[in-house]
């Protein structure tokens, strides 16, 4: 048993930003990640962090296109609060050390991004979630807090809506334990592997999601997947939005640029949703590249050798390293690829976790990043607005914990604690059926990504809704071939796959229930968005094995919802 | 169109699926299960890869068909997370940027596999990396902030800027640390950590560079004992041999003697 002031789970962005902002108010962290820190997924990040630096640019205008961009399923407060503190926290990691590129003036560079009317998206060539990340992780190292890597959490310690602490599986002795904490925070990152198609890295299984659906507490908004447009052909690896950014264009098998029939003005610079969707109907209607016709090209050759180097090093160092294509002279195949969760666990502005409608928060519980619902990504997110989510939210964490903990006790230690935690994980090093984990796994992938992907109805989603419920039973008849207690990954990875058919299944009913076409959540039974009915914010529940969906209003101030259009 | 006709039977033979060349490879790999053997072993596997997949994606695929005993540590699968380094045919590099079919065909259709060296094997081809990220505890690895600081208003002109050059994009992947090829005890200076205190040392904002060479001649900057030309191998381009060699030229017109 070990204690700890506060427990961060997870060491992307967000986790790091609040540990650094708790240590420097004087909090005792500790941080658990199932990877070594600079690991974790917010590594690879690629385009950039949104701010409002220039005089002609404002706060407001940054919040509207948030909204806007939304399709206005956004909660406004949630939304001022990110952009108000943008430039702030933007600056402030300027000042501990992160290369950010720079105009002719020594300022701050910044760059179009899809959805936004103006040049706001901070950027460090195409790599600004490494440079974050790692000027973040030095900066932590001066405080050396605890960092127990390579250690999965497998249970939340809760009594009675207050969060006591976490039960981990350590991967390198095998041992099980439990980590008390005054507060937690979940910052745990999305789930894009739960689909075949994916950008995301192997460790973005949805987690924290999972400990939070297993506790008893709701999942917000899951229906809403991000689908981004330029996914690496044959393997879903992103190709930053940066290049569209900076000029690139989408052409379809004719040699067409075919966005001008979907979006006249923003053409490739729509919101990530639309694109994603004008690239998918292109296929459909049979105006898709190559022999099978399933994919369409980017095409960067117009931009030149010399920009490409200087802007986009990692977008042609990828290309080339995944399929050998020189990204300055040839075209790049590309496909829609599950990229990011605008849904998760749902809290309030102050970064609580919250347990139902009327927003009551779980006491000593946080979430932060992308694993957290704020919501201020709403229906669709900004390409941009990521980082700066995960700045802004996980320093707020930071600070709403160092206060929360000085008057608090330690919770008191039951053994009888890791218990559950204990039986799952014999249950699956004992487990001797005829089924492997990686089967289940891949099948649940594809399934997601056939019927739950850009484009979704009824019928697949019912068939999905089935399909799924098979993979459950046949979770119980796992043998996962590994019983060595020591670095047993293959057990981590069918934890993980557990985890994945959970929240799936919250992915699956928010989905079936939500009967209209808001943002990325696209229904070709429901092509309409229906404000009068669906304006809300689904809350989905796993009570007895089964998923129960319940709603509440979105936060709506200033600005009215219009229908979208760019 | 013509033009992109051409240009399109131009991927088919190299992107698409059904024209992927596919060779039987065979991965020789070096194995370690502490619970069932206390020594080490090499075992022979065999994948039909084909173009376009990675050493990775073999191993994957190994795992997830013939043996999930198979231990190996990765996360982006994209070059950038730098968790995936190992040795492939005797050097290391990241295992989810290397091209299977080619690295086999360069020794005779077969793959060797072994975990990075100088670090403490955990099992299989996953090493302990613990003492290696300590190391960076003790060199000032961060931006000590000037006291100008408002003034410059978080300016950087681009000369500044260049100056940097590849070194702030090092992702601690452990490569140039295996192929250096020495032991190291914790807290010892690596040349990851070498190449960290240099970037920070070219950094227009920092108000940290005599302490960090005091700090770097301690933790033996000057009597380094590892080989400075094989630690210039970086899947990175960023020469961490040349860095730390640019850092003990620094010490030296400092007059920081050898401790």
Known sequence: MKRHEVLIVGAGLAGQRAALEALRLGAEVAIVSKVMPVRSHSVAAAGGINAALNEKDSWKDHAYDTIYGSDFLADQDAVEVLCREAKRNVLELESLGVVFSRNRDGSIAQRAFGGQRFNRTCYAADRTGHALLHTLYDQLMKFRPVIYAEHYGLELIMEKNACKGLVVYDLASGNIERIYAKAVLLATGGYGRAFSVTSNGHANTGDGLALALHAGLPLEDMEFVQFHPTGIYGKGHLVSEASRGEGAHLLNGKNERFMKRYAMHAMELASRDIVSRAIQTEISNGNGAGPRKDHVFLDLRHLGEKKILERLPEVRRSVLDALGIDVARELVPVIPTAHYSMGGIPTDVRTRVVLNERNTPVKGLYAAGECACLSVHGGNRLGGNSLLETLVFGRMAGKEMASFVKNQTWPAPRAKHENHAQKRVHALLKGRGKCNPYDTRRNIQRLMMRHCGVFRNERGLRALQRRLRACKVESFKWNIGDTSTQFNTALAEALETQNMLDFSFAIVESALARQESRGSHYRTDFPMRNDAIWLKHSLAWLVKGRIEVGYKPVVIRRIKPVERRY | ?259
Request: net charge positive; with cysteine.
């Open chain 2, 1 to 259: 169109m013509p033009g992109s006709a051409r240009i399109h039977a131009k991927h088919h033979k190299r992107v698409y699926k059904e024209h992927f060349e596919s060779e039987r490879i065979t991965f020789n790999i070096a194995r370690f299960q502490p619970e069932v053997q206390p020594a080490g072993f090499f075992q022979s596997f065999h994948v039909h890869a084909h173009s376009g997949q990675t050493v990775l994606d073999c191993l994957e695929e190994i795992k997830q068909g013939q043996d999930s005993t198979l231990t190996f540590k990765r996360n982006c699968s994209n070059g950038v997370c730098g968790g995936c380094g190992m040795k492939v045919n005797g050097k290391a590099w990241l295992a989810c940027t290397v091209q299977a079919l080619e690295a086999a065909r360069e020794n005779k259709g077969a793959l060797s596999l072994e975990p990075l060296s100088g670090r403490l094997v955990v099992r299989d081809l996953a090493v302990n990396e613990h003492s290696f990220m300590n190391t960076f505890f003790k060199g000032v690895p961060f931006l000590v902030p000037r006291k100008d600081e408002e003034k410059r208003a978080h300016r950087m002109t681009p000369r500044e800027w260049k100056a940097l050059g590849k070194s702030p994009t090092c992702i601690l992947c452990m490569v140039c640390d295996s192929n250096a090829g020495a032991l190291y005890m914790e807290g010892h200076l690596n040349p990851a950590a070498a190449v960290k205190a240099y970037r920070y040392q070219l950094d227009a904002r920092d108000a940290g560079k005599a302490e960090r060479l005091n700090a770097l001649a301690r933790e033996g900057l000057l009597g380094i004992e590892w080989d400075l030309n094989a630690a210039n191998s970086c899947p990175r381009g960023i020469f961490p041999g040349q860095k730390t060699r640019a850092l003990q030229r620094m010490a030296h017109r400092k007059g920081i003697k050898k401790v």
